[in-house]
C-alpha cells in the first residue's frame, strides 16, 4: 500500500477481458495500445466502474469499494470514444459555464457553442466538448477513450497541451489511442493489448 | 325501471358482427381471424365463468372467499403485465415488480373507496369491493405496464446518455431522471385522456352499465366520476412504483448501468 497519490489495479478481470494490472501515478498518463476489440474499452470502463469487475483497484492506497460508485467516478472520470448528451442544449450539460467556457476556447471551441443544440455540433466539437465537460467536475484521474479520433492536427495539439497543463497540476491520465505517436508523446508509460489480455 | 334482459339469440346476432371481422381479415389477407376466434371464444368462456363466480360469491358473501377472488384476480393482472413489451427484467425480479406495482396501488385506492366513498355492509361485501377491484386492476395494469415498458425502451435507447451522466458521478435517479420522468408521463397518459374525454367523446362503461341497469343517470355519473378518481390515483402510484422499481433493477449497488438484467422477449415465443 502507498500513500503515493496513484491509481493501482491489480488483476482487474471480467468474464470477457484481463487480467490487467496497471499502475498511474498523478500527473503520470499511462497509454494503452492494442487492435481494435482488444478489450482497450472495457478495461477503461471497468476502472471508472461502469462495468462489474473483479480484481483489486485502488486509489492513493484506499481501496474503491469503499467509496459509492457515483464518488469514485467523481474521482475517476471516464470519456468514451462517443459521449453522450442527455439534453438538446449544448450549455445545460455544464454546472459551470465560467468555468468550462475557459478550456473549451484553449481546445479552440467558440464560445457560441454552449447555446446551441448538440445535434448541431460536429463529431469534433461534440469531443472536445465532453473532454471539457469530463474537466469539469475536477477528477483526479481521467480515462480517455480516442478523444482525439475525429479531431485535425491543430486540434490534437490543443487537446495534448491541455492534457499535459492537466497532468503538471497533478491529473492521472489513461489514455487509449490508435495514434501512436500521440500515445508516445504524452504517456511515458504504455500498456498494450491484444485479445483481452496485456500482449 | 327493469333491466332489459338478453337471450341466447341476442348474443349470436352481435356475434356475427365478429364473424364479419373474420371475412374482412380473409379477404384482406390480415391475418388475423385465428386470433379474432381464439380471443371472441376466451372473451365468451372467461366472462361466463367469472358471472357464475361472482353469482356464487354473491350468494354468501365470505371474506375468505372474496379475499381468494381477489387474489386470484390480481395474480392474473401480474402474470398479464409481465408478458406485455418487448423487454423485460430478468428473472423473479419481473414478477416482484409489477406485483408490487400492481397489487399496493389497487389495495390502497380500492379499500380507500370502501371505507370512505361506498362503505358497504359488511366492507368487504363482494359486490363491491370484487367488482372495485377488477375495474382499478385494468386501469392500474395498463399504467404500470406502459410505463415499464417504456422506461426499459428509453433506457437502452438512452443507455449513452445516462452513462455520460453516471461517469461524471451523478447518482442513478439523477442518470436515470428524464428516462423515469418521460415513462411515467407515457403510464399516467390513458387516464387523464379518458378523464378528459368522458362523457364527450366516450360514455364511460361503468356509467353505461349502471344507466342500461335503470340507474338514475346523475347517480351514475357520480359513480363514474368517483371510479375515475380511483383510477386517476391508482394508475399514477402504480406508474411510479413500477418505474422506481425497474430503476432499482437497471442498476447495481455500485450504482452502475445494467442492461445486463433485461432479457430481450421478441427472441422467446410470444404470442
Known amino acids: ?199 | 325501471m327493469t333491466p332489459i334482459l338478453l337471450g341466447i339469440e341476442d348474443l349470436a346476432i352481435a356475434a356475427s358482427l365478429v364473424v364479419l371481422d373474420a371475412v374482412l381479415s380473409i379477404v384482406l389477407g390480415l391475418g388475423l381471424h385465428r386470433r379474432l376466434a381464439w380471443a371472441s371464444l376466451r372473451l365468451v368462456v372467461q366472462l361466463l365463468a367469472v358471472g357464475f363466480v361472482l353469482r356464487f360469491l354473491f350468494a354468501a358473501p365470505s371474506p375468505a372467499l372474496t379475499f381468494i377472488v381477489v387474489l386470484a384476480m390480481t395474480g392474473a393482472a401480474i402474470y398479464e403485465s409481465t408478458s406485455r413489451g418487448d423487454r423485460r427484467l430478468r428473472g423473479w425480479w419481473r414478477h416482484a415488480c409489477a406485483g408490487v406495482a400492481v397489487a399496493a396501488p389497487t389495495a390502497l385506492v380500492v379499500l380507500l373507496a370502501l371505507t370512505t366513498a361506498i362503505r358497504p355492509s359488511p366492507w368487504y361485501d363482494p359486490r363491491y369491493a370484487v367488482t372495485l377491484v377488477g375495474i382499478v386492476l385494468g386501469s392500474v395494469l395498463n399504467a404500470a405496464s406502459l410505463a415499464t415498458n417504456a422506461f426499459l425502451t428509453t433506457s437502452v435507447r438512452s443507455k449513452a446518455a445516462i452513462e455520460a451522466r453516471l461517469a461524471l458521478g451523478a447518482d442513478r435517479w439523477t442518470s436515470l431522471g428524464s428516462a423515469m420522468r418521460e415513462s411515467i408521463r407515457i403510464g399516467m397518459l390513458p387516464i387523464i385522456n379518458q378523464m378528459a374525454a368522458a362523457g364527450l367523446i366516450t360514455l364511460p362503461g361503468i356509467m353505461t352499465g349502471q344507466i342500461l341497469a335503470g340507474f338514475d343517470p346523475i347517480e351514475a355519473v357520480k359513480y363514474q366520476i368517483l371510479l375515475m378518481f380511483l383510477l386517476a390515483g391508482g394508475s399514477g402510484l402504480a406508474a411510479l412504483l413500477a418505474v422506481r422499481l425497474a430503476a432499482l433493477r437497471l442498476t447495481d449497488a455500485r450504482q452502475r448501468l445494467r442492461l445486463d438484467h433485461l432479457v430481450d422477449a421478441r427472441s422467446g415465443a410470444d404470442r
Open chain 1, 1 to 199: 500500500m502507498s500513500d503515493e497519490p496513484s491509481l493501482i489495479a491489480r488483476n482487474l478481470r471480467n468474464a470477457i477481458v484481463g487480467p490487467f494490472d496497471l499502475h498511474v501515478a498523478a500527473g503520470e498518463c499511462l497509454s494503452i495500445v492494442g487492435p481494435s476489440g482488444a478489450g482497450k474499452t472495457l478495461l477503461l470502463r471497468m476502472l471508472a466502474d461502469l462495468d462489474p469487475s473483479d480484481g483489486e483497484v485502488s486509489w492513493t492506497g484506499r481501496a474503491r469499494a469503499s467509496w459509492s460508485g457515483p464518488a469514485w467516478r467523481r474521482l475517476v472520470g471516464y470519456l468514451p470514444a462517443e459521449p453522450g448528451w442527455w439534453t438538446d442544449r449544448t450549455g445545460d450539460h455544464f454546472e459551470d459555464l465560467d468555468r468550462a467556457a475557459p478550456v473549451a476556447e484553449a481546445l479552440g471551441l467558440a464560445p457560441g457553442l454552449f447555446a446551441s443544440d448538440v445535434v448541431r455540433l460536429s463529431t469534433g466539437e461534440r469531443q472536445r466538448l465532453a473532454l471539457v465537460r469530463a474537466l469539469s467536475v475536477d477528477p483526479r484521474v481521467l480515462l480517455l477513450d480516442e478523444p482525439t479520433a475525429a479531431l485535425d492536427a491543430a486540434s490534437v495539439g490543443r487537446v495534448e497541451t491541455l492534457l499535459q497543463q492537466r497532468m503538471k497540476d497533478g491529473l492521472a491520465i489513461v489514455l487509449v489511442t490508435h495514434d501512436e505517436a500521440l500515445a508516445a508523446r504524452v504517456g511515458r508509460a504504455q500498456l498494450r493489448i491484444s485479445n483481452g489480455h496485456p500482449a
